[in-house]
């Protein structure tokens, strides 16, 4: 079961992490390694992956190769990736999960154990979250990865499957959604997907307090998803389907009250006000209620839930907008 890795990476420092439980892992070691430098084309370069004499990432015992795609996007750099190998299997990693001590070995089963019709294995995600307090809203955001269907945290694909459909849609420009397009599309083509028993871990890493509200950018690919794959495409990806319905109804209700009030309609803009600040509070409190309750924690929750909604329906418009006119990709049929 000859497989290679493909790390997509913007230069994090856990890209050593990873790399470095990759080549520690007891097992079958990887054919080859790329590492996809997807930084923008003004800061490819040298990857600060390894110690600080060492201009590249951390030595491993396979062949490591630096693939540049320079800011495509993570569904490009997996393509570039992919296509720099020959071995029937391609697993596809983030730069900052850590697979397990076995995972090699584990792998190894789990590509044993695929029929001829499988077309992809995903490991098993674990986020280890605070054992003395409860976990803060980005906390627990990460922590759905570990229930996430077919994730590129850890995903193993046959790469004659890849090739059939095309890889990755490249339409996609962040890392959302690009996984489930991939799974839906190979699906519909008669394959199928598995889970695995391997074990690969997801920290969780700061990305600060407006994380949230940068996320709501994937409001525009669930546009996408929708026009690709139909209404029904939450479903069949296994997906949550989020909030978004009540942000715009939220979003509403603050638009109409600045309007009303703008217009000299002070009564009804005044219901209006009061409609919108009843569905904030319930959002956040909503956030804050599973949460450690600091004051940090609840001031950001506070400050994020007026601004989420906005956000949200923003880039839902934007996304309406610029997939106007999308189409869905070709599939081939599996054997």
């Not at 409001?219 to 978004?244: K, Q, Y």
């Amino acid at each position: 079961m000859t497989y290679s890795v493909v790390i997509p990476t913007v230069g994090r420092p856990s890209l050593a992490d990873c790399l470095r439980a990759v080549a520690d892992a007891s097992g079958p070691a990887p054919a080859r390694i790329v590492v996809v430098d997807d930084r923008p084309l003004t800061e490819c370069g040298p990857l600060p992956a390894g110690p600080p004499q060492e201009p590249g990432p951390v030595p491993v015992p396979v062949p490591v190769q630096i693939v540049y795609s320079c800011g495509n996007g993570p569904a490009a750099a997996r393509n570039a990736g992919w296509r720099a190998v020959s071995t029937p299997w391609v697993v596809f990693l983030d730069d900052d999960v850590v697979p397990g001590p076995t995972w090699a070995a584990e792998l190894a089963a789990d590509l044993e154990a695929a029929g001829p019709g499988t077309a992809a294995v995903q490991g098993r995600i674990s986020v280890p979250l605070p054992a003395d307090r409860r976990p803060t809203d980005a906390e627990r955001n990460t922590a759905g990865l570990a229930s996430a269907r077919w994730i590129t945290a850890d995903i193993a694909y046959r790469r004659s499957v890849l090739a059939a459909v095309g890889g990755f849609d490249e339409r996609f420009p962040r890392a959302f959604r690009e996984d489930a397009d991939l799974a839906l599309r190979v699906a519909s083509a008669g394959w199928e997907l598995a889970a695995g028993r391997r074990a690969t871990v997801h920290p969780v890493r700061s990305s600060g307090p407006l994380a949230s509200v940068r996320a709501q950018a994937g409001n525009a690919d669930d546009v996408l998803m929708r026009r690709v794959h139909g209404p029904d495409w939450f479903e069949r990806a296994e997906a949550p389907r989020g909030r978004f319905a009540r942000h715009a109804l939220v979003t509403g209700t603050g638009v109409a009250a600045l309007a009303l009030a703008v217009t000299g309609h002070r009564r009804a803009a005044t219901l209006a006000a009061g409609g919108w600040a009843l569905g904030t509070a319930q959002f956040a409190a909503a956030r804050i209620a599973p949460g450690p309750r600091t004051r940090e924690e609840v001031v950001t929750m506070l400050a994020t839930s007026a601004l989420i909604p906005p956000a949200a329906v923003v880039h839902h418009l934007r996304g309406r907008w610029k997939h106007r006119h999308a189409a869905p990709r070709g599939t081939a049929v599996a054997s």
